[in-house]
């Protein structure tokens, strides 16, 4: 069973935008803190951003005040709006719990490059 599918990304040129989802199995979804994080060529992988439980959000110094994270209880599904992209955002980015707790997902890919 498939518990996180992460999809959104793509080719984006510096100072763009890309909204990432993240659906979620009900399970995980309703009874967790999640979270997203990102993984670029040749680096290990690293948090983004999380909330408690659809509470507070919090965020990776690299990515405060451009990215956003929310969720959408209705869907199961929790976003990361990622604005004023740089190159060095680069990565596949990748949600889970946080902690992490789940099997990572297949990931979707952003390339920001000119």
């Known amino acids: 069973q498939v518990e996180l599918v992460e999809s959104g990304g793509g080719l984006v040129q510096p100072g763009g935008s890309l909204r990432l989802s993240c659906a979620a199995s009900?399970?995980?979804?309703?009874?967790?803190?999640l979270g997203w994080y990102r993984q670029a060529p040749g680096k290990e992988r690293a948090w983004v951003a999380s909330?408690?439980?659809?509470?507070?959000?919090f965020y990776s110094d690299s990515v405060k005040g451009r990215f956003t994270f929310s969720r959408d209880n209705a869907k199961n599904t929790v976003y990361l709006q990622m604005y004023n992209l740089k190159l060095e955002d680069t990565a596949v980015y990748y949600c889970?719990?946080?902690?992490?707790?789940?099997?990572w997902g297949q990931g979707t890919q952003v390339t920001v490059s000119s």
């Open positions: 889970n719990t946080g902690p992490v707790t789940r099997p």
């Open positions: 009900r399970s995980i979804f309703s009874t967790n803190n």
């Open positions: 909330d408690i439980r659809g509470g507070n959000t």
